[in-house]
């Protein structure tokens, strides 16, 4: 069984640019997270999708940041436009139901200069 | 707040046993524990729920004490695969479902 993946695995902006990053999680998830980790610090909930309804989005940042899970498949997450603060990874994970397991993908690292 | 884990990281021989603690200043419902290695996705190790419950998983275990809102992850006759970094993520409430992870342990097993 294919795990969650994420695309791109690296990406390298300059500040003001539009980011897009996507995830596919594990198939049958309904469930589907994004969380960020910024150099050295601790992994942050950014927000929660069950399907294609947004559950949870209070650790969304700010305005800038837009996420779609439409047919409740794959989900992205714009940035736009994009600051330097916005740097860091970003890891998608998904469980079939809330209170599972949440498998990670591999993260998508983003530079912004 | 998030939790608050130690050390922050640890060098170990082949064989040496580990024990990373998690702490948090609220109740919790569940520890979540995973392992990541440099550029590859966090691995889920195990959850431990609410109840003073204990795991195992081959020679890694945990224990959740609730009371003292705080979980350890012990590594026995640790292998050098166990290097990476191990994070606690926690759950304040069932069907809180959002996860709120500490600054992770930095283990390196060394030959």
């Known amino acids: 069984e294919a795990g969650v993946t994420q695309f791109p695995s690296h990406s390298v902006i300059e500040k003001g640019q539009t980011v897009t990053l996507r995830c596919d999680p594990i198939?049958?998830?309904?469930?589907l997270y994004w969380y960020r980790r910024v150099m050295g610090k601790e992994i942050k909930f950014l927000l929660h999708f069950v399907k294609e309804s947004k559950q949870d989005e209070s650790g969304m940042p700010n305005n800038r940041f837009l996420a779609e899970r439409t047919g409740g498949t794959y989900s992205t997450l714009k940035v736009q436009p994009a600051e330097l603060e916005d740097s860091g990874v970003y890891f998608c994970?998904?469980?079939?139901?809330?209170?599972?397991?949440?498998?990670f993908g591999p993260g998508t690292r983003l530079l912004v200069l | 707040q998030q939790p608050v884990q130690s050390p922050q990281a640890v060098i170990l021989r082949e064989g040496e046993d580990a024990v990373i603690n998690c702490s948090s200043s609220?109740?919790?419902?569940?520890v979540h524990w995973y392992r990541q290695k440099h550029g590859e996705a966090p691995v889920f190790l195990m959850i431990?729920?609410?109840?003073?419950e204990q795991k195992g998983h081959d020679k890694i275990s945990a224990s959740f004490n609730e009371k003292k809102q705080q979980s350890s992850l012990y590594l026995t006759a640790s292998q050098l695969s166990y290097s990476g970094t191990y994070f606690c993520g926690t759950e304040e409430r069932f069907g809180n479902e959002k996860l709120t992870f500490g600054t992770g342990t930095r283990l390196t097993i060394i030959p």
């Open positions: 609220k109740a919790l419902y569940s």
């Open positions: 431990l729920l609410k109840g003073g």
């Open positions: 994970a998904s469980s079939q139901e809330g209170w599972e397991t949440q498998y």
């Open positions: 198939s049958g998830h309904d469930n």
